[in-house]
Structures are given as C-alpha cells and as structure tokens.
C-alpha cells in the first residue's frame, strides 16, 4: 500500500495564497506523473494540474497563470502554488501519483487522502 502524504490546505481570503505539498514514499521504484485534483459536493473530480517526470506540465484552464505545479529534486514530493485564489477554487484538493513500485512494474494510479482548501472572506 503506498501512502501519499498531503498537507497545506486551509481557510485563506479571496487573491491570497496558498502551497499544497504532496510527498510519495522514497522507496518506490518509479514515479510516472504526480498531480493534483479537486472535488466539490456539485462537481465530480477534475484536474488541477498534472507534472511527469520529464518535467511537462498541463493546467486546468480556470488555474492557468494563477497555479504552478512543480515536484522536488528526487521527483518523490509535488507542490501546488496557488495564487489569486477565488471563492472558486474551493474544494478538496487530492493527490494523485503514477507509481511503479518495482522495475519492471506498469504504473498504478495512488491517491492521497485529499486536503480541504477554502476560499472565503
């Protein structure tokens, strides 16, 4: 079982900021793509943002200019930098990573366990 870890999330005004954080166990063989999604009680799940690890990202339309997604060195940890927030953006943010656990191995999908992330005054 392979555990995604989130933290970040929060309250925050409308044009603030946050950094989501996303960290995938250093024993894994592989990572593929790591990414971030968000869901509302309205909305099914969509795609935030999504990075491989090549380096080649995509970006929800609403977030593009606003969200930048990047990864750490060891490509094992995904941050999500989101700025100008709006009363849109209200959701719960989860994690998403591509991993081979082995060589060898196709890549499964693993999710985090999701963090709450509201844009109010």
């Known amino acids: 079982q392979v555990q995604l870890l989130e933290s970040g999330g929060g309250l925050v005004q409308p044009g603030g900021s946050l950094r989501l954080s996303c960290a995938a166990p250093r024993s894994i063989y592989r990572v593929e793509a790591m990414g971030w999604y968000r869901q509302t009680p309205e909305r099914t799940r969509e795609l935030v943002a999504r990075i491989t690890s090549s380096g080649t990202s995509n970006y929800a339309e609403s977030v593009k200019g606003r969200f930048t997604i990047s990864t750490d060195n060891a490509k094992r940890t995904v941050f999500l930098q989101m700025n100008s927030l709006k009363p849109e953006d209200t959701a719960v943010y989860y994690c998403?990573?591509?991993?081979?656990?082995?060589?060898?191995?196709?890549?499964?999908?693993?999710w985090g366990q999701g963090t709450q992330v509201t844009v109010s005054s």
């Open positions: 998403n990573a591509e991993i081979g656990l082995r060589p060898g191995d196709v890549t499964d999908s693993y």
